[in-house]
Nanobody
């Protein structure tokens, strides 16, 4: 199984970025997909998850949108109104349990390598 993220970069406060994650080696429709983020010295933090509907951390609700394309085996994260506190390495993850609300990193069995997002003030 491979999860490969792309789309990270440097953006100014208030700007937008779109992250993508390409999945291979798994039956994509049978997995819930999620985005997490991590800054040095802190635990990996839940950002958003999608099975049929998206759920979000309170810190990103109304600014970020998660979506999935089953035909292309991709999951995306549209990030708008970015803030310096959104700066982190963002990871794509897959969970074989399709229960709607699972936010712990321990629930996810496959992970990408991460992509850096930096928001300048």
């Amino acid at each position: 199984v491979q999860l490969v993220e792309s789309g990270g970069g440097l953006v100014q406060t208030g700007g937008s970025l779109r992250l993508s994650c390409a999945a291979s080696g798994l039956t994509f429709s049978r997995y819930a997909m999620a985005w997490f983020r991590q800054v040095p010295g802190k635990e990996r933090e839940f950002v958003a998850r999608i099975t049929y509907l998206g759920i979000y951390a309170d810190s990103v609700k109304d600014r970020f949108t998660i979506s999935r394309d089953t035909a292309k085996n991709t999951v995306s994260l549209q990030m708008n109104s970015l803030k310096p506190e959104d700066t982190a390495v963002y990871y794509c993850a897959a969970d074989p349990n399709l229960t709607t609300d699972r936010r712990g990193a321990y629930s996810y069995v496959y992970w990408g390598q991460g992509t850096q997002v930096t928001v300048s003030s």
